[in-house]
């Protein structure tokens, strides 16, 4: 309509001229479509920004495609018999890159336009500053997931007219995000404007402008423990500025974005549409928990199992009776047919699958950064002897129990009482000796659903040390991918600084490591 509105406008103003009138010439001459304009909405993109990272976008299928169909089983969370090329490292490009592609359109639009919009106006100071820790979390998952990628020109084609941005260095990427992470929270002030109902994660809450800043010293936490191998002094300084700063260690601190089942693709939470919704992974007997999670919990008598599993066909949840499917198996017919493995129950649908009327609700929660991933990673900085409060023990107790705790967050009647709970440690004691192994296997539990994040601390710690496959025609020789794939068309599309990113960082294939990703 307004670009109607300019031809009409143009007309009168040529007949305008003609009469002498010079009235109204501001208004005419103002592109209502630009995103600086007076009737801009600074928190819309907020919301849109945050809705998206969650995977929400009618044409959106990186959540299925990276999430699900490769992480989720390349973590051994989940197993499956059929085409879901995670499960046995098949190498699907469309797949492997889908993060990419929609990351850039659907989030990194978004929060950009917010930042240029909203920077050095007194009105949106807190607003900004949110952006920024917005920012970070969209980028240090999409680094995390490729490596270099366009960050500094990123998100600037209305801007600054740049469309073919350079990549960047990861650990250039990360010295700027702990920049930005610092200086954000720093700036946030309770006194200042409030982010209201546009923001998703802290819902207009009271205390909304504090638990950002512990959002904040929190994704530095993370981001600092993801540089232990490769920079350990960094690490340290970091994850030490973090602690000292107040990172979120209460459930109710938790950050995570309630979803609404009625707004379709747009709206429900993205994982239960696709493992329990509209394409109901689970049911068509596509998706079954692992047999590696299946047996961590169960082992351990974790009061965890009877919330998160059931048997297919029965829809039973007694812990003794579960039977998790192991990765790597098909249904050709051959050695490798499911019929074949140990332990076999007869039929597929007679292994477990996840509860969806506890973990899979359309209007469940996604989680973002929780107290039980905080309390785990201060768990490893005490152990490396850094200071952050409290020894390893302490924090893996806390840990722990916020994991199990969690569940409630999910569905109200998942309780798992404090007596169970001091039952389960008391007989899963953390013995100093395995302290490496205890925190991070418990982090990828307790990271469940959030196979992104399983997968980049797997790949940091190497813990679970989990068993691969070795399927026929696999594309790594039967090691666990290292990172995804960058899209054929940016070879073309942006080709001088993909190649200066390939030749910077290695070949673009599953095995290539990440800048942190060391041995």
Request: hydrophobic share 40%; aromatic share 12%.
């Amino acid at each position: 309509m307004n670009r109607f509105k300019k031809i009409i406008c143009t007309s009168a103003l040529v007949s305008a001229i003609a009469l002498g009138c010079t009235k109204n010439f501001e208004e005419i001459n103002t592109d209502t479509n630009s995103v600086t304009a007076n009737n801009y909405v600074p928190g819309y993109n907020l919301t849109k920004a945050q809705l998206e990272y969650t995977g929400n976008n009618d044409f959106s299928y990186e959540t299925w495609r990276v999430n699900i169909i490769y992480l989720s089983m390349m973590m051994q969370q989940l197993a499956n018999t059929s085409w879901y090329s995670g499960d046995k490292y098949i190498q699907n490009d469309a797949f492997a890159s889908s993060y990419f592609d929609v990351a850039y359109r659907d989030q990194v639009k978004y929060v950009v336009d917010l930042l240029e919009i909203t920077r050095d106006n007194a009105l949106y100071a807190n607003l900004y500053q949110i952006g920024r820790i917005q920012k970070v979390m969209i980028f240090h998952r999409l680094t995390d997931i490729y490596g270099d990628v366009p960050y500094s020109q990123a998100g600037l084609g209305y801007h600054k007219r740049i469309f073919t941005p350079q990549y960047d260095a990861q650990k250039d990427i990360y010295t700027d995000l702990l920049k930005e992470l610092e200086q954000a929270a720093a700036a946030l002030d309770p006194a200042k404007d409030k982010p209201g109902a546009a923001d998703l994660i802290y819902r207009n809450g009271p205390n909304a402008i504090q638990q950002w800043k512990k959002l904040a010293y929190s994704m530095m936490l993370r981001i600092g423990m993801r540089m232990s191998k490769v920079d350990a002094a960094a690490a340290k300084t970091w994850v030490e500025k973090a602690a000292a700063g107040g990172v979120i260690t209460s459930v109710s601190d938790n950050a995570f974005i309630l979803h609404d089942a009625t707004g379709g693709r747009t709206t429900v939470n993205r994982n239960s549409n696709i493992l329990s919704g509209e394409w109901d992974a689970v049911t068509k007997n596509e998706t079954f928990l692992s047999r590696t999670f299946v047996d961590f919990f169960k082992t351990r008598n974790d009061p965890r199992l009877p919330f998160i599993s059931r048997i297919r066909s029965s829809g039973n949840t007694t812990p003794a009776s579960q039977i998790g499917l192991p990765n790597g198996y098909d249904q050709n017919g051959a050695a490798t047919d499911i019929s074949t493995a140990p332990g076999y129950p007869g039929a597929l649908a007679n292994y477990s699958t996840i509860r969806s009327d506890v973990f899979l609700k359309l209007a469940g929660p996604t989680f973002l950064v929780t107290a039980a991933q905080n309390e785990f990673l201060l768990a490893e900085a005490a152990k490396r002897g850094w200071t952050v409060g409290g020894n390893a023990t302490t924090h893996y107790n806390a840990g722990v129990t916020a994991a199990m705790q969690q569940y409630a967050q999910y569905d109200a009647g998942a309780i798992i009482d404090g007596a169970s709970i001091t039952a389960y440690l008391t007989a899963n004691p953390y013995v100093d000796a395995n302290g490496f192994e205890q925190i991070n296997t418990q982090y990828w539990a307790a990271s469940f659903l959030d196979w992104y994040e399983t997968w980049a601390n797997w790949r940091r710690s190497g813990f679970p040390a989990l068993v691969p496959v070795n399927y026929t025609g696999n594309a790594t020789g039967g090691k666990i991918p290292r990172r995804m794939l960058y899209p054929a068309a940016e070879s073309s599309a942006n080709a001088t600084n993909y190649a200066a990113a390939i030749s910077r960082q290695g070949a673009n294939t599953f095995l290539t490591p990440v800048w942190w990703d060391k041995p």
